[in-house]
């Protein structure tokens, strides 16, 4: 069992900042990569910012220079610092592991996801 838990969506008013946090739990041998990924309405889902477990780093071009992705891999949880935020920002957000529960077995993961919504 494994499960993904994102919190720190809401309401912001441009301009404005939030940060994402997603703790992962359960059988885990080793955490790889973790991202977050967002969908807008009338939109696919889309990558926002992915990191692997040695912290290499990678940004959609929207979001360049104004969010940063980090993780604690002590505690299995990786964050989206989300600043300087835009109307178009607005989306469900949705974090994304891929976990090694034993050896040789990686699964992916998907939190439930927590909205974002940005206005002025």
């Known amino acids: 069992q494994v499960q993904l838990v994102e919190s720190g969506g809401g309401l912001v008013q441009t301009g404005g900042s939030l940060r994402l946090s997603c703790a992962a739990s359960?059988?885990?041998?080793?955490?790889?990569?973790m991202g977050w990924y967002r969908q807008a309405p009338g939109k696919q889902r889309e990558l926002v910012a992915t990191?692997?477990?040695?912290?290499?780093?990678n940004y959609a071009d929207s979001v360049k220079g104004r969010f940063t992705i980090s993780r604690e891999n002590a505690k299995n949880t990786v964050y989206l610092q989300m600043n300087d935020l835009k109307a178009e920002d607005t989306a469900v957000y949705y974090c994304?592991?891929?976990?090694?529960?034993?050896?040789?077995?990686?699964?992916?993961?998907w939190g439930q996801g927590t909205q974002v919504t940005v206005s002025s």
């Open positions: 359960g059988s885990i041998v080793r955490i790889n990569g």
């Open positions: 990191i692997t477990s040695g912290g290499r780093t």
């Open positions: 994304h592991a891929f976990v090694v529960r034993m050896i040789d077995s990686e699964f992916s993961y």
